[in-house]
């Protein structure tokens, strides 16, 4: 039988591997993906990790000393940072960067059977870095493609934080993608779903509640009027929910598959789990995690 991570199965078997219940969840029996490059490269991947922590930490902070560029010399205007989408999603790609970081950092530290490919069962802390990840990436492509396709203008002054924000955080994503090791589920969807949905219903009760953007329009964003234009308000949320977050992260899907295809890498290790049990016994970090769910 093939190996369903070595981007070898046919497609058939692919389907039936990616498509089991299963998968909803975040259980995987390879941890240590998440801690290397799709190559099998762990320290170069550790540099890899703190380069870009520190790159969007950087740029975030940034965005808050620039809204000024946005949002003029009024202080109550610059605060409106946070009822934007896009600003949630950079806060979320941020995010996983240091959540990355931080695991591989504990994982080199506390974790020797995963750095040595021996676990077989995810640890909590990767299963949270998975949803994050997920949420950023697909958010990342998805805030991009809607800020160029409906909300740009020609008129618009473009500025460096602007940029970052709306085109080099996709750059990244798609980047990052091609070279990780963490893997990318089909039935993972589900988590920019949740996420969108979250902030569909802040801008309706942030709205509905006397919330101006920052030209005091009773709206966040103008493809979001739920005062002016409840019914294509409506349309557009299902829309970009429903059908652009999962069809985004088919996209990373596709990525990921890709990748397996151009970087056919596999440690081929058969696990025998007593085996494991005995050498790392004595650490509590490990037997905490023996669940595969």
Same mark, same amino acid.
């Given at each position: 039988?093939?190996?369903?991570?070595?981007?070898?199965? &046919?497609?058939?078997?692919?389907?039936?591997?990616?498509?089991?219940?299963?998968?909803?969840?975040? !259980?995987?029996?390879?941890?240590?993906?998440?801690?290397?490059?799709?190559? &099998?490269?762990?320290?170069?991947?550790?540099?890899?990790? #703190?380069? $870009?922590?520190?790159?969007? %930490? %950087? $740029?975030?902070?940034?965005?808050?000393?620039?809204?000024?560029?946005?949002?003029?010399?009024?202080?109550?205007?610059?605060?409106?940072?946070?009822?934007?989408?896009?600003?949630?999603?950079?806060?979320?790609?941020?995010?996983?960067?240091?959540?990355?970081?931080?695991?591989?950092?504990?994982?080199?530290?506390?974790?020797?059977?995963?750095?040595?490919?021996?676990?077989?069962?995810?640890?909590?802390?990767?299963?949270?870095?998975?949803?994050?990840?997920?949420?950023?990436?697909?958010?990342?492509?998805?805030?991009?493609?809607?800020? $160029? =396709?409906?909300?740009?203008?020609?008129?618009?002054?473009?500025?460096?934080?602007?940029?970052?924000?709306?085109?080099?955080?996709? #750059?990244? %994503?798609?980047?990052?993608?091609?070279?990780?090791?963490?893997?990318?589920?089909?039935?993972?969807?589900?988590?920019?779903?949740?996420?969108?949905?979250?902030? %569909?219903?802040?801008?309706?009760?942030?709205?509905? &509640?006397? !919330?101006?953007?920052?030209?005091?329009?009773?709206?966040?964003?103008?493809?979001?009027?739920?005062?002016?234009?409840? =019914?294509?308000?409506? !349309?557009?949320?299902?829309?970009?929910?429903?059908?652009?977050?999962?069809?985004?992260?088919?996209?990373?899907? !596709?990525?990921?598959?890709?990748?397996?295809?151009?970087?056919?890498?596999?440690?081929?290790?058969?696990?025998?789990?007593?085996?494991?049990?005995?050498?790392?016994?004595?650490?509590?970090?490990?037997?905490?995690?023996?669940?595969?769910?």
């Amino acid at each position: 039988m093939a190996d369903p991570e070595s981007g070898r199965e &046919g497609c058939r078997e692919c389907c039936s591997q990616e498509f089991k219940v299963s998968n909803f969840l975040s !259980g995987y029996d390879r941890p240590h993906h998440f801690v290397q490059f799709q190559c &099998g490269k762990q320290i170069p991947y550790l540099v890899w990790r #703190v380069i $870009w922590a520190l790159y969007h %930490v %950087v $740029w975030i902070i940034l965005t808050g000393v620039f809204s000024w560029q946005w949002a003029g010399p009024d202080h109550n205007q610059q605060i409106k940072w946070f009822i934007y989408l896009t600003d949630w999603c950079y806060f979320m790609l941020t995010l996983s960067t240091l959540i990355d970081l931080t695991c591989v950092i504990y994982t080199r530290v506390n974790r020797k059977d995963i750095c040595e490919a021996l676990a077989f069962a995810n640890p909590w802390y990767f299963k949270f870095n998975w949803v994050v990840f997920n949420v950023a990436n697909t958010c990342s492509i998805t805030v991009s493609m809607l800020y $160029w =396709g409906l909300l740009y203008s020609s008129s618009e002054e473009m500025t460096a934080v602007n940029i970052e924000t709306h085109a080099l955080n996709a #750059v990244y %994503v798609i980047l990052n993608l091609f070279v990780t090791g963490i893997p990318v589920r089909v039935l993972h969807f589900w988590h920019t779903m949740v996420y969108a949905l979250v902030y %569909v219903l802040f801008s309706l009760f942030y709205t509905l &509640g006397g !919330g101006t953007n920052h030209v005091d329009k009773n709206y966040v964003y103008s493809v979001l009027d739920w005062k002016g234009s409840t =019914g294509y308000t409506v !349309g557009i949320s299902i829309a970009v929910t429903f059908v652009a977050m999962p069809l985004v992260h088919c996209v990373c899907y !596709g990525i990921y598959r890709l990748r397996l295809v151009l970087c056919c890498c596999d440690d081929g290790r058969v696990i025998d789990s007593k085996e494991v049990e005995l050498t790392y016994q004595d650490n509590p970090s490990y037997t905490a995690d023996k669940d595969t769910n």
